[in-house]
């Protein structure tokens, strides 16, 4: 009940005047009635009041709710100012990267002009260098066919320093086939019976003995005096010394001029030509015999070593030896210590370019007073060389 209502009451029992029954009664129902309004009016009010209690509680969700999405607003705030940041930061990094490009193109462009002239330039280079290179291998022949006449032109001048000791070489034969055969004539003319026919065959067997022999030493001077073409092939070492001693061996006997040589048991092979070699040991030789005029003993050795892949072959004489001031000079062209007229100077030269065309070596060893010592190294042919060649 509200308070105007209770004031009535008040009123009403403090009013006590006669009343009937009836009219109490109807009071009474309408009390009842007007209670009954009031209790619906305060259940309304409850269910208004519980109502508004869910409301309000609704509310403080929807407070906290929106505290948090502020919360979270606030944050997505601070992430968003920090990628406008960073953002900034890349378009200005961006930025910068875009002029270092516009540089960097700017440069490339200057770089593929300097490479245009570069390529230019090097397209005149090349052609330069391709006529460069002609010139070179035109000059390379030149200088190989130089080399092939100074070689020639040493073989002559030795051929030259042998014509008395080759005349006598010949000689000897000649006069042994004269000999033989004015014995057979003898034998003819006298006609003596018995075994004169058989003396006759062999006096003229004799006489012909000497005609191969003079052929071969003819045939060795054309060989060896030949200007030909340069050819690589296995080569006996122990056949080319023979070679070389064959052509001298008669000036070395008329001076008195012992020869030793020393050579392996098995055969001693080198990838060479064999006239040039024979021209090596030739020289060697000659220079050998010149440097022992004056010496009571003369005597020249040769000596021949071998290892897996190398062969080492000594000269030595019992000369004066050189003087050490010009040793370092004996290979060079056209250099002597002889008299004019006595020597080329080309000896010593050829030699040295010979050896070094078949991938050796020769060095001097020199022991003044006591003689010299040429030391030559030569690569030794494999078997798989020499089965290459004779295939």
């Known amino acids: 009940m509200n308070e105007d209502t209770e004031v009535t009451l008040a009123r009403s029992e403090m009013e006590v005047t006669p009343v009937s029954l009836e009219q109490v009664k109807e009071d009474y129902f309408n009390l009842q009635q007007h209670m009954r309004a009031l209790e619906a009016r305060v259940q309304k009010s409850e269910e208004r009041r519980r109502a508004l209690m869910h409301i309000l509680s609704d509310l403080n969700e929807m407070n906290h ?35 270092a490009l516009m540089h960097i193109l700017q440069d490339s462009y200057q770089s593929n002009l300097r490479l245009e002239n570069s390529r230019k330039a090097m397209i005149h280079i090349m052609s330069d260098l391709r006529e460069t290179t002609e010139e070179v291998r035109h000059r390379e022949l030149e200088l190989r066919e130089k080399q092939e006449q100074l070689v020639q032109a040493g073989k002559l001048a030795t051929l030259g320093e042998l014509t008395t000791g080759i005349a ?8 042994n086939i004269g000999l033989f055969i004015g014995n057979a004539i003898d034998l003819i003319e006298f006609g003596r019976d018995g075994d004169g026919h058989e003396r006759v065959l062999r006096e003229l067997g004799r006489a012909m003995q000497q005609v191969r022999k003079a052929t071969e030493i003819i045939s060795h001077l054309r060989t060896f005096g030949r200007a ?22 008669e000036q070395l006997r008329l001076r008195q001029i012992g020869v030793k040589v020393e050579m392996p048991d098995e055969e001693v092979v080198v990838i060479g030509n064999a006239i040039q070699l024979e021209q090596v040991f030739l020289n060697l030789l000659t220079n ?17 070593t071998t290892n897996d892949d190398l062969v080492e072959i000594r000269v030595r004489d019992t000369g004066s030896g050189i003087d050490p001031a010009i040793a370092p000079r004996i290979f060079d062209p056209f250099f002597t210590t002889k008299e004019v ?25 020199n022991h003044p007073g006591k003689g010299s010592l040429f030391l030559i190294q030569l690569p030794r042919a494999s078997t798989d060389q020499e089965r290459i060649f004779t295939s």
């Open 65 to 99: 709710k929106l505290n948090d999405q502020r919360k979270a607003m606030i944050h997505i705030l601070a992430d968003y100012e920090q990628d406008r940041s960073r953002l900034a930061k890349q378009t200005e990094r961006l930025d910068n990267s875009r002029r």
């Open 168 to 175: 006598h070489e010949l000689n000897n034969p000649l006069n």
């Open 228 to 249: 030909a073409s340069v050819s690589y092939q296995p080569v006996v070492l122990s056949e080319v010394i023979t070679s070389s001693f064959s052509l001298i061996q």
């Open 288 to 304: 050998a015999r010149d440097a022992m005029n004056e010496q009571e003993e003369k005597q020249i050795i040769i000596t021949c």
């Open 341 to 365: 007229g006595a020597g080329t100077g080309l000896g010593l030269s050829i030699t040295y370019s010979i050896i070094q065309e078949h991938q050796g070596n020769i060095q001097l060893e």
